[in-house]
């Protein structure tokens, strides 16, 4: 293994790469939420990048015969994927840090270096793939945080589709490479079903979940982001206070109020139970 590869793994390089991660709350990086630097081996980098990200992204549930699934509304092996080619194909030589951004609509992961000569965003969707770094490549293959070369692009390609989401997007910016994996506001359960859901009343169920889902994605679609973002929290924890939901999606208390106030009297929202004890109801027109 080359001196520089074998010293990024055990972090005695003379400037070892960092990862930044940050959250931002809205579409653009006007507003910071949160944000961490990563500062480790490369292999290290792979797994904490991975974990900062699935502690911001919402969860859901479905439930798999008597046992309950969580479920998060990106694709886990995706995010990992992503991160492990981004710390794998980047150009070393480059200033800057890989950035792993998360915002309402997307998780964007960008790294320095672009495409080179011979690859475009459409041979990586069919898995071509050129290695920039064959050290890290063959380390990172002994370790298992990535697989052949060029199959990394199609599964995540697959897997989102299977989620049901918008398809990724790789942009190749000139010296940099970004790839959008794009959220589903209110939908953060895959609508990819149980294989071992075959009867008829099963698929019907399916049928129908779908549609309501739907339905939810048009209702959304009026409302403000701020709004939305409150509805889609609710209807997994309608239980939680206003001061929980406040800290959950990063808005003041203040802010909360007006907004599940606007909400109710639009009819989107209703109050039931006590102050203390009850619980919130989202209503699908």
């Known amino acids: 293994m080359p001196t520089y590869a074998y010293a990024m793994l055990t972090h005695q390089a003379d400037y070892p790469p960092v990862v930044q991660c940050a959250v931002f709350k809205t579409e653009d990086r006007a507003v910071f939420v949160d944000k961490r630097e990563i500062d480790a081996p490369v292999q290290e980098q792979v797994e904490k990048a991975y974990q900062y990200v699935l502690e911001k992204i919402n969860m859901g549930a479905r439930l798999q015969g008597v046992y309950r ?8 092996d995706s995010i990992r994927e992503l991160i492990a080619n981004a710390l794998v194909h980047r150009n070393y030589l480059e200033p800057g840090a890989i950035q792993i951004s998360l915002f309402s609509d997307r998780l964007e992961v960008t790294s320095p270096g672009g495409l080179m000569r011979g690859v475009t965003p459409e041979k990586m969707k069919e ?29 995540i390609f697959r897997d989102c589709r299977d989620y049901g989401l918008k398809e990724p997007e790789i942009i190749d910016f000139d010296g940099d ?14 609508r990819k079903t149980d294989q071992t859901q075959t009867k008829t009343n099963q698929t019907q169920k399916t049928d129908q979940t779908r549609k309501t889902n739907q339905t939810k994605t048009k209702v959304f679609a009026e409302l403000k982001e701020k709004e939305k973002n409150i509805l889609a929290y609710l209807q997994k924890r309608p239980d939680s206070t206003q001061q929980e939901l406040a800290e959950a999606i ?20 209703e109050r039931r139970g006590t102050h203390r004890s009850g619980e919130w109801h989202v209503i699908i027109k």
């Open 127 to 155: 898995g071509f793939s050129k290695v920039r770094n064959r050290a890290l490549a063959h380390a990172f293959a002994y370790m298992n945080l990535i697989e052949n070369w060029g199959s990394g692009f199609p599964r």
């Open 250 to 269: 990063s808005l003041t208390l203040s802010t909360i109020k007006y907004y599940t106030k606007r909400l109710q009297e639009k009819g989107y929202l």
């Open 69 to 76: 699934q969580d479920i998060y509304e990106l694709p886990p």
């Open 177 to 190: 490479l970004r790839v959008n994996l794009y959220r589903s506001i209110g939908q953060n359960v895959p």
